[in-house]
């Protein structure tokens, strides 16, 4: 028999699978009950989490950026750690290190941080980008590499992490190649009137993030996983997702396009959109809805600046958009 847990939401039942569409229904609504008035910022995060993609959480600080990061971990039956990147933060911090034991004159490996399913990195723009760097082979194969020996991470493996505008004091801009690895990139905004008068009317309770209770377990959130792999794309709708990509190429206004990994994330994501919506197949809408917070952040302009790169990037997507055709 299944319970509500402290937020009013059913906790995970043991013992029986439930139908996708249930299970991603609890997992909605257990990050919404901490998480108000943020319905399509829900949405976009958990689907970054079904396409096994990584999730960059971007917006001026105090709107609820780790608040969501860390309700993911918590409605997840996984094992999650969490990580404040500070700038004397270094590498061995993260990953872990090797650790010499004098009663058996060896040394030992002791794991860091990043040996876990669901990591939050917090803050991820102030630490250096030596530090940022040690991320890169985690998130892109699932692995750590240290002492010539290659640690697996996961299943499942995944990384919300969270910054403030790199225009902010103390940021260190993240390099290209860590942008690339980043599924999606979503900015929350502030709540709307009513949704933030709830939030100080719920505040009076506590932090209620921290009474989450798990709804999913690891092997459910595979098993999702597993079947966003297998929603139907047509060839049509790949060879849009490719004329989206290679217009990013051609831009007038963009130095650097988007990627193959791009491409693929891109792709995927529309799998795990058309999941979300309770479809086998993908459509068209699928991967317009998700084409800015996909390409966005991966773009650059010709006329890159710290004020002008995001503004030039959104324009780009924006227009090729509107001008690359629909299949029907």
Known sequence: MQGLNETGVESMPAGRSLPASQLLSRLQSNISSVLLGKTEVIRLALTALLAEGHLLLEDVPGVGKTLLAKAIARSLGCTFHRIQFTPDLLPGDLLGTSVFHQPSGQFIFQPGPIFAQVLLADEINRATPRTQ???LEA??????TLDAQTRPLGPPFFVAATQNPYEFEGTFPLPESQLDRFLLRVRIGYPDRAAERDVLVQHQKGELVNQLQPV???AELLSLQEKVRHVHVTLSLADYVLDIVEATRRHPEISLGASTRAALGL???AQAAAVLEGRDFAIPDDVKRLAMPVLA??????????????DAATQAVTEILAQTKVPV
């Open 133 to 135: 760097s040690a991320l």
């Open 139 to 144: 998130m892109s194969e699932r692995q750590v």
């Open 216 to 218: 999913l377990s690891s």
């Open 267 to 269: 792709y995927r994501a």
């Open 297 to 310: 952040h991966r773009l650059i302009s010709k006329r890159w600046s710290q004020g002008t790169r995001d």
